[in-house]
């Protein structure tokens, strides 16, 4: 079975600061990790996705993961938010070539003017 | 490519009535996903299909749910009859069913059961 643990339902940050959204997941086997954004009223849209090699992630507006294998975690981070980041962050899992994703409760991130 | 595209963005029916969700997939994706989202449980897979065949329906609630895919280009999302506890965004995406293929989602229809 596969689960994923977003630990922080909401995450207040001003803007300019860092920010941290932490994911773990469980599996026993090999596993296919993305983060997901959701702006109010519209669907999900892929942020980023490990699935093998370099365990530091770019992904889109400037956002970057960590995949940590031996403490299962799947860590979201941007050096700097802008407002415009306001948003629901999913973290999800999937193993490998199995269709079935499993999403995360999600984490809102609120950038402070 | 204009995405995946889902109709109606807003449901407002009265219990009792059946709900028709709509859902056209990305042209050349072979794969379709039903998901619900809810401020309790989150986003949950009721089916999903690869070439027009339901592969899993395990998430589905019960068997007021019912969901076809008569063509690669359209599927629906039937609930017969409606209960308030199904009022949530029922979400349709796709992919291209590759190991690296992410999940495009639709914007979702958000249904309101009085």
Known sequence: ?113 | DAGVIQSPRHEVTEMGQEVTLRCKPISGHDYLFWYRQTMMRGLELLIYFNNNVPIDDSGMPEDRFSAKMPNASFSTLKIQPSEPRDSAVYFCASNGGGRDSPLHFGNGTRLTVT
Do not use: M
């Open chain 1, 1 to 113: 079975a596969q689960s994923v643990t977003q630990l922080d339902s909401q995450v207040p940050v001003f803007e300019e600061a860092p920010v941290e959204l932490r994911c773990n997941y469980s599996s026993s086997v090999s596993v296919y990790l993305f983060w997901y954004v959701q702006y109010p009223n519209q669907g999900l849209q892929l942020l980023l996705k490990y699935l093998s090699g370099s365990t530091l992630v770019k992904g889109i507006n400037g956002f970057e993961a960590e995949f940590n294998k031996s403490q299962t975690s799947f860590h979201l981070r941007k050096p700097s938010v802008h407002i415009s980041d306001t948003a629901e962050y999913f973290c999800a899992v999937n193993l490998g070539g199995y269709q079935k994703v499993t999403f995360g409760i999600g984490t809102k991130l609120q950038v402070i003017p």
